[in-house]
């Protein structure tokens, strides 16, 4: 089956730093690939499309300079938050988009950013 | 707009049938999915359903969608202890999983023995 890995798994940081979140599709190319984010006991909420070589696509509501998204190669994407603050706490999700007879998106395990 | 709604809770007997249900808002969607989620962990894609179909089976997984009254449902035979988690409903707009997906609140299933 598809696989895409996160790292880190959790970090925890200071207010006013930045942090970065990969995400990477390990047995297979994601041209397209999401970053979502999940509070405690809600829903994911998508916040980009992350496109390999090309800018990322924010839904609204998303600062772009806050969360920064890069899509460099075909099997990785990454998330910087910039100057984290407490309640840029959640856990973030990536999935990357299998195509093929049926284009599937594969989830990330998540990444739980908590920001003291 | 585009919502998708859950019921938060639902409690059944190991080794009864889970029947966890959905709906929808936009008759436009054309996959529609549910999700498990573990404690901690991230999503993992249980099954789907192209809007043109009415069921699909996969072992213990029933998918019921009736598009008339924007209604999808999951059933789990044979519930274990290991079936507990969340699970989310979701359709994707579009005509490709390439699409967005939106969620709903999820259902958190738990098993009593």
């Known amino acids: 089956g598809a696989v895409v890995s996160q790292h880190p798994s959790w970090v925890i940081c200071k207010s006013g730093t930045s942090v970065k979140i990969e995400c990477r599709s390990l047995d297979f190319q994601a041209t397209t690939m999401f970053w979502y984010r999940q509070f405690p006991k809600q829903s994911l909420m998508l916040m980009a499309t992350?496109?390999?070589?090309?800018?990322?696509?924010?839904e609204q509501g998303v600062e772009k300079d806050k969360f920064l998204i890069n899509h460099a190669s075909l099997t990785l994407s990454t998330l910087t938050v910039t100057s984290a603050h407490p309640e840029d706490s959640s856990f973030y999700i990536c999935?990357?988009?299998?195509?093929?007879?049926?284009?599937?998106?594969?989830f990330g395990p998540g990444t739980r950013l908590t920001v003291l | 707009g585009e919502d998708v709604e859950q019921s938060l809770f639902l409690s059944v007997r190991e080794g009864d049938s889970s029947v966890i249900n959905c709906t929808y808002t936009?008759?436009?969607?054309?996959?529609l999915y549910w999700y498990k989620q573990e404690p901690g962990a991230g999503l993992q894609l249980l099954t789907y359903i192209f809007s043109n179909m009415d069921m699909k089976q996969d072992q213990r997984l029933t998918v019921l969608l009736n598009k008339k009254d924007k209604h999808l449902s999951l059933r789990i035979a044979d519930t274990q202890t290991g079936d507990s988690a969340i699970y989310f409903c979701a359709e994707s707009m579009g005509y490709s999983s390439a699409s967005k997906i939106i969620f709903g609140s999820g259902t958190r299933l738990s098993i009593r023995p």
């Open positions: 936009d008759s436009s969607s054309t996959y």
């Open positions: 999935s990357a988009l299998r195509e093929g007879t049926t284009d599937t998106q594969y």
């Open positions: 992350s496109n390999e070589g090309s800018k990322a696509t924010y």
